[in-house]
């Protein structure tokens, strides 16, 4: 039909991989091609999975970027990808996560009984597939603690968050990021149900008056930006265009995999813009359905948070040459 039919509900509107003996995980997907360590996945799918059966949806969760995004104490870089759901699904106020070698070194420690959280990275390794040498992303994990977890850390060493507060509008900078998106689709407002076309590669949306809140409509409308970030022109992203210019059937892996980056990437922007308050589904049908599928596919929320978080690069306009996550 050429038109991706959104899972989620629009608010108040009608409407394989070959093991190796060192476990690493070759894998391929259209251009795609991942190699990482078998059980980071599983670690991090064990976390998800957990917060979902505490009735925590992680990419769900209200969260801000800017000075409140999860960061290294030490480094000061943000965590990215699926770190940046798990991280602040803990609900610390300090952004601030440090390792327990480095809560040592500024002179402190972690509290006796504290749990870390996992966060993963990518390192670089040199593999041998087909008689040909190649340097493919490695997925490794690490824990941290956030500075809440630990004391004895000088106060100094600490950045103030005073004055971090927002000083724009959540609407007027959400608009201006969809007016200045790169290689945008167009917009077509007046219809009776969100969605996008890959085959058109446009956009539709009911008329803003129709949602709740301005920024119920903005959250929508990033939702289908990131499903069109997709296209060929763009990312060519397996579940919008297939290896033969095909649409992924509804229902089908890819389709399921497409809507979870569309709702992290939703997330990402929506945080980016300071947009805390929007209508979503957080049924116990949409939890058991998401339950379901990461049982069945340990490897689906890491690789869909990557797709997420570099759809949202590209509709802010942002490039990034290296996207490990390090401890330092």
């Known amino acids: 039909m050429g038109m991706f039919p959104c899972l989620q509900k629009c608010p108040h509107v009608p409407g394989k991989g070959k093991q190796t003996r060192d476990t690493v995980l070759v894998t391929r997907a259209g251009s795609e091609r991942v190699s990482m360590k078998a059980d980071a996945y599983q670690v991090i799918t064990d976390r998800v ?108 060493k600490i950045p103030s968050l005073n004055g971090s507060q927002r000083q724009h509008s959540p609407i007027a900078e959400a608009e201006r990021i969809v007016s200045v998106m790169p290689k945008r689709p167009e917009i077509k407002t007046g219809l009776d149900r969100a969605f996008y076309s890959p085959s058109g590669d446009f956009v539709g949306m009911p008329s803003a008056e129709q949602f709740r809140t301005g920024e119920d409509f903005y959250s929508v409308l990033f939702h289908e930006l990131t499903h069109s970030t997709g296209h060929e022109t763009r990312l060519n992203r397996k579940g919008i265009t297939g ?74 306009g942002k490039t990034f040459a290296d996207e490990s996550e390090v401890a330092q």
């Open 49 to 156: 999975v957990a917060l979902l059966e505490q009735g925590t949806i992680p990419w769900q969760k209200p969260w801000q970027g800017g000075d409140l995004m999860p960061r290294n104490l030490i480094s000061r870089r943000e965590y990215r990808g699926v770190n940046v759901f798990l991280l602040h699904a803990m609900s610390y106020q300090s952004p601030f996560w440090l390792t327990f070698k480095q809560a040592n070194e500024l002179g402190g420690t972690v509290r006796r009984g504290e749990k870390a959280t996992p966060v993963v990275f990518w390192k670089w390794l040199d593999v041998e597939e087909q008689g040909k040498a190649q340097r493919v992303p490695f997925l490794r994990y690490y824990s941290v603690f956030n500075v809440a977890q630990c004391e004895g850390i000088p106060s100094d």
């Open 243 to 316: 290896t033969e210019g095909e649409w992924s059937a509804f229902g089908s892996t890819p389709y399921a995999k497409e809507e979870l980056v569309a709702e992290m990437g939703a997330a990402f922007l929506c945080g980016q813009v300071g947009i805390v308050e929007r209508t979503l589904n957080n049924s116990a049908s949409y939890v058991a359905s998401w339950l379901q599928r990461l049982r069945d596919d340990r490897r689906l929320v890491v690789q869909a948070a990557a797709q997420a978080q570099k759809a949202a690069d590209f509709i802010l």
